[in-house]
């Protein structure tokens, strides 16, 4: 079992001399900007100038000043603006203004990783990683309790990083759940994996292609639609709660005898080699070559997908099935702007 961190591990006075920019106000930079400066930590936060969540920071009572006025305050600096746009915001605001005894933050390991960003021998380079959205840390840490965080160290000159990155987790309620060390390369390896093999790429396309199965064969698409789509998260509800053998405690007999002997058939030991394929090609940097390079040319490749994968059926059912659904809180102006956690 690997060894876990609480708040009696963590010690926020060594924070207390510094300055800490959060560079970004955004899912993460919200949630970590608000907490840490309700754990008695001095914050900044760094943005670009005309920026939508420069008055959100400022009505929240934050200090708000531009990225290089934030990182040349600072000590600490976490830059959490979204991956891809972390390299050219360190480089042209980020890096003039690092000094020898400087901390740089992340929250996920992707640019140290792959070599976006290459800081300077003299700067600690560490991470405090949320196993969560943000929204969600902010919750939780509001309501007294904390999401689970991963810290690890890259760059240790000082040789206080990681007394830094538990202190920063504790600040943002992280020590209060429970804090695992890992490596940047490990969290960004798993990390990247999980979204893409089984969480994100994995769970939507098979819920797209039960639909498909089931309306293609005549079925009601509403019909379909819960099936396959509303009721998983009440059998992940149940994985959370206590694993497969809990979700295969509450199904009936049928579904459970249904689960052995079908989901290996849909999910054929074939998946397994595809998903080993994309491991090899988050390891080689391929992914993210191709995600950066593509963001690089305007992010086309990443429009035409998301166009593509909005304009399934199993989408345009949903949104009419879910204005019925009063329990259900789809705020659609949370998420058709675009981006999200
Ligand atoms: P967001 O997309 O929510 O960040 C948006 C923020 O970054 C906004 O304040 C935006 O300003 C600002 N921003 C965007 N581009 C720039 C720029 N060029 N210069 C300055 N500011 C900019 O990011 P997340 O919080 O989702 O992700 C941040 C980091 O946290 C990433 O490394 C991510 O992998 C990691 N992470 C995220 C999780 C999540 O829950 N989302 C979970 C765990 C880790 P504006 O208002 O002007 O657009
Ligand atoms: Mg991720
Ligand atoms: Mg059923």
Redesign the pocket.
Known sequence: MADLYYDDDADLSVLSEKTVAV???????HAHALSLRDSGVNVVVG??EG???WPKAEEQGLTVKT?AEAAQAADVIM?????Q??A??YSAEIAPHLSAGNVLL???G?NIRFGYIQPPADVDVAMV??K???HVVRREYEAGRGVPALVAVEQNPSGKAKDIALAYAKGIGGTRAGVIETTFTEETETDLFGEQAVLCGGASQLVQYGFETLTEAGYKPEIAYFEVLHELKLIVDLMVEGGLTKQRWSISDTAEFGDYVSGPRVISPEVKENMKAVLADIQSGAFAQRFMDDQRNGAKEFAELRKKNESHPIESTGRELRKLFSWINDQEDDYTEG?A?
């Open positions: 560079i970004g106000y955004g899912s993460q930079g943005l670009k920026s939508k969540s990225v830059i959490l603006v979204p991956d746009h972390q050219d915001v992340f929250s996920h992707f990683a949320p969560g959205p943000g981006t956690a």
